[in-house]
């Protein structure tokens, strides 16, 4: 298969997996908000922080906007305005023009979706929601996306193509997991080298789909396992980084120059293996996802460097 046909298709992987985690992760802040004391340090522009973005530039720049509250001016940013490179609008046209340059490897029943899926979001996401209605919205969206991932591993070809779909959605995945705990959660403690108290977090776990998962890992556990410890290490959950890195070890074997790529991959497992998760401060844990962040960022280079996958949109680059 052609080096940039692979390249397409490991972005489609992780423009739908942005997708997803995003609408996962505004639900997440509103369920994280409504739990939270009044004097928390969440607030809205910490989902600009998640994404990597600089909140309070891209909060002035839209300040111009005159009658719209904090909320609203970072809804715009993450739904509404399609030229925001943190917006739905604007990855899922990038997850489309994707999909449109490898029509020929993709089944129709998938292409039908992910047409779908962009003409909803366009369409659903062109004015701003109420936050009831938003609600069900992210909601629809990511039960689309799971439609999409559910109609491609039942009829696509298990071939160089699915390799890099999967490598690309796992990446991005466990990218996503480490920015939530990172910055919505991690942050939100005050870093210390004292031993960190256990917490369980429902609303990421929710937003994750994890709860019930995380209740039968406590059980196994005696009732005493730290979400943290889940998040991590615990390789049965499909979000945990753990996973994500045997999935992506998984796809990588049968791409070209596997070795350079299975070689960080292992290091970065090596990194989640060695550590006593539970027995770490938080300012161990700040310091040890820090560490799998640039880890990840280092995949991703590494898999550009081999020469298999290269990204032609300044839109996707990973940020920092």
């Known amino acids: 298969m052609l080096l940039k046909s692979l390249d397409h298709v490991f972005w489609l992987g992780r423009y739908l997996e942005r997708l997803d985690d995003t609408a996962r992760l505004i639900n997440a802040t509103s369920q994280l908000l409504i ?27 839209a300040a111009r906007d005159e009658g719209l509250t904090t909320e609203q001016q970072v809804m715009q940013l993450l739904l509404t305005r399609a030229e925001s490179p943190l917006s739905l609008r604007s990855v899922s046209t990038a997850l489309k023009t994707n999909a449109r340059t490898i029509r020929p490897l993709l089944p129709r029943d998938m292409w039908e979706e992910l047409n779908a899926l962009d003409l909803f979001i366009q369409a659903e996401c062109a004015s701003l929601p ?21 109609v491609l591993d039942g009829t696509m070809l298990r071939s160089d193509a699915f390799d890099a779909f999967n490598l690309g959605r796992h990446l991005e995945r466990a990218d996503m997991t480490t920015r939530i705990m990172d910055v919505m959660v991690l942050q939100q403690l005050q870093p210390t080298d004292i031993k960190r108290p256990r917490f369980r977090w429902l609303s990421v776990l929710n937003a994750l789909g994890g709860v019930e998962s995380y209740q039968y890992y406590q059980a196994q556990h005696g009732g005493d396992a730290d979400a943290v410890d889940y998040l991590l290490g615990y390789a049965d959950f499909p979000r945990s980084i753990r996973y994500c890195l045997n999935r992506v070890a998984a796809s990588a074997k049968a791409m070209p120059h596997s070795s350079a790529i299975l070689q960080q991959v292992w290091l970065l497992q090596d990194l989640i293996q060695t550590e006593q998760l539970g027995e770490l401060s938080t300012a161990q844990l700040h310091q040890l996802i820090d560490h799998i962040q640039s880890g990840l960022i280092l995949l991703h280079q590494v898999i550009l460097a081999a020469g298999s996958l290269e990204h032609a949109h300044n839109l996707d680059q990973l940020t920092a």
């Not at 928390?40 to 891209?58: A, F, M, N, Y």
């Not at 009831?132 to 909601?139: A, E, F, N, P, V």
């Open 35 to 61: 739990d939270s004391h009044k004097d928390s340090q969440v607030s809205w522009p910490l989902l600009i922080d998640v994404l990597g973005e600089d909140s309070q530039q891209l909060l002035a720049a």
């Open 130 to 150: 109420s936050r009831q209605q938003r609600y069900r919205l992210m909601s629809e969206i990511t039960r689309r996306c799971q439609m999409v991932v559910g």
